[in-house]
Nanobody, 119 residues
Framework: QVQFVESGGGLVEPGNSLRLSCATS????????MGWYRQAPGKQRELVAS???????DYTESVKGRFTIFRDNAQNMLYLQMSSLNPEDTAVYYC?????????????WGRGTQVTVSS
């Protein structure tokens, strides 16, 4: 069973930063592009950032210039550096290999990591 383990979330005030981490297996990490999804209460899960095995990145418009996705291929780790956070970024964040903007390639999602932006 595919496993994704997300960490690094927390409660922060608007304008602050967080770095999220995701660990997965080498077989997944070396074969697929990876991405960060988020799901806010009452909303559909959305892909916010993706990175190919060749480090080509893509971002949803609302996070461009504020979020940076990067990967450590040696450690099979995926990261999301988030800055200038605002309340609209509040969500549970998940990693997966992207299939569509709302679905990952793998049906088995991790528990996610909660990000709450509030004063």
């Amino acid at each position: 069973q595919v496993q994704f383990v997300e960490s690094g979330g927390g409660l922060v005030e608007p304008g602050n930063s967080l770095r999220l981490s995701c660990a997965t297996s080498r077989s997944i990490f070396s074969r697929y592009a990876m991405g960060w999804y988020r799901q806010a209460p009452g909303k559909q899960r959305e892909l916010v950032a993706s990175i190919s095995s060749g480090n080509v990145t893509d971002y949803t418009e609302s996070v461009k210039g504020r979020f940076t996705i990067f990967r450590d291929n040696a450690q099979n780790m995926l990261y999301l550096q988030m800055s200038s956070l605002n309340p609209e970024d509040t969500a549970v964040y998940y990693c997966n290999a992207p299939l569509t903007r709302s679905a990952g390639r793998f049906d088995s999602w991790g528990r996610g990591t909660q990000v709450t932006v509030s004063s």
